[in-house]
């Protein structure tokens, strides 16, 4: 039984902890960071087996934070489910600290890949899905990717190779809150329709509410089910969710 209430008081703590660092940092990327907070929350402590005592365990679920300038989402993650100690979320982008701008996979335990070079993820999640396929592993990966991310070539480059192979141990999640600095999505590159899009690359695709736990856990479940073909959730978002003056703008101490 899954606790749903549970879970959203975690996301709610989750969305604190962002706020409190990127304060301390003086910059940051919050919009993203918050309006991916529910999905990052039932990946980590719902959907994902990882063990934060054993960080290299062969057959974990890996996570693939395309979008790596919302690394303050994945920094609280790691950090409540006891990767490092809370204490240290406060030295986000300091001089020699293991949480910079952007997620480093030598500097910190938890982090699968180094990213923040946008449309990369989605290619390197399906070389990992790959290689567990190709050892045995009953492991999955899952790749979140930006709205305004989805406008890099490689992509669909990347979108095109896991329908190819057939790769339904991935799952890619997009964070589909309409805006990218630059200002909206709709503007600066249209990307719609991207569920029609990923269903003539030969995706499964499922559309919910980011922010609707409930939707979030299903469809992380049903995604796990899906053989012969990779799935992608186009889940419905707000940037900055969960602090009303950050809600719906594009640029928050970018």
């Known amino acids: 039984m899954v606790d749903i209430e549970n879970l959203k008081e975690k996301a709610r703590q989750v969305r604190i902890e962002i706020v409190k660092m990127l304060a301390q940092a003086g910059s940051g990327h919050t919009g993203g960071s918050l309006s991916s907070a529910d999905i990052v929350t039932a990946l980590f402590f719902y959907k994902m087996r990882h063990n934060p005592e054993d960080p290299k365990w062969k057959d974990r679920d890996r996570f693939v934070l395309s979008k790596g300038h919302a690394a303050p989402v994945l920094y609280t993650a790691l950090a409540l489910s006891g990767y490092f100690d809370k204490s240290l979320l406060g030295s986000l982008r300091k001089i020699d600290s293991p949480l910079q701008g952007h997620p480093c996979c030598k500097l910190l335990s938890g982090v699968e890949v180094s990213t923040g070079s946008l449309g990369q ?58 805006l990218q600095i630059d200002g909206n999505c709709s503007e600066v590159m249209n ?60 640029s928050i101490m970018e």
Not at 200 to 228: P, S
Not at 244 to 250: A, H, Y
């Open 121 to 178: 993820g989605l290619s390197v999640a399906n070389g990992m899905a790959l290689g567990l396929r190709l050892a045995g592993s009953p492991a999955r990966v899952y790749c979140l990717l930006g709205d305004g991310e989805i406008q890099e070539g490689q992509v669909w480059e990347a979108a095109m190779t896991a329908s190819h192979y057939k790769i339904d141990n991935i799952c890619a999640i997009i964070d589909h809150n309409r």
């Open 191 to 250: 990307i719609e329709p991207i569920e029609a899009k990923f269903e003539a690359f030969g995706w499964n695709v499922f559309t919910i509410d980011g922010h609707n736990m409930q939707e979030i856990v299903e469809a992380l479940d049903m995604a796990e089910k899906i053989k012969g073909k990779p799935t992608v959730i186009v889940a419905n978002t707000i940037k900055g969710k969960g602090v009303s003056i950050f809600e719906g703008k594009s």
